[in-house]
């Protein structure tokens, strides 16, 4: 079997949604001290919808694949659904990681978090 699937092939070399939102609602920045791979997650938030998501990520494939699939999987979802997604479900979505690669997956899901408690802690009242 590849290394990786199509998908994450796909994702790595045509990644969606990246770039930055420059009045985003909700900013979050995660590293791996391990790998040294960072990613940052920018939200743009209307009435608790994500209307709007982009990422940039200094990392592997597996990293960047799993922030463009986190963030189609989020956009257009209300924040507490996005709140609740998890590694796995990035993970799977792009057909299986490598096992020494699941870590990957989990900076994009603590990305998304990060953001979505910035957005949070700046709309309590
Ligand atoms: Fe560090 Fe993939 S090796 S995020």
């Not at 986190?70 to 479900?89: P, Q, R, S, W, Y």
């Not at 299986?96 to 990060?114: F, T």
């Amino acid at each position: 079997m590849a290394l990786y699937s199509e998908k994450v092939m796909d994702h790595f070399m045509n990644p969606r949604n990246v770039g930055i939102i420059e009045d985003a609602d909700g900013v979050g920045e995660v590293g791996n001290a391990k790998c040294g791979d960072i990613m940052k997650m920018y939200l743009k938030i209307d009435d608790d919808v994500i209307t709007d998501v982009k990422f940039e990520t200094f990392g592997c494939a597996s990293a960047i694949a799993s922030s463009s699939m986190a963030t189609e999987l989020i956009k257009g979802k209300k924040v507490e659904d996005a709140m609740a997604l998890t590694n796995k479900a990035v993970a799977e979505a792009l057909d299986g990681l490598p096992d020494y690669k699941m870590h990957c997956s989990v900076l994009a899901e603590e990305a998304i978090r990060a953001a979505l408690d910035d957005y949070n802690s700046k709309n309590k009242a």
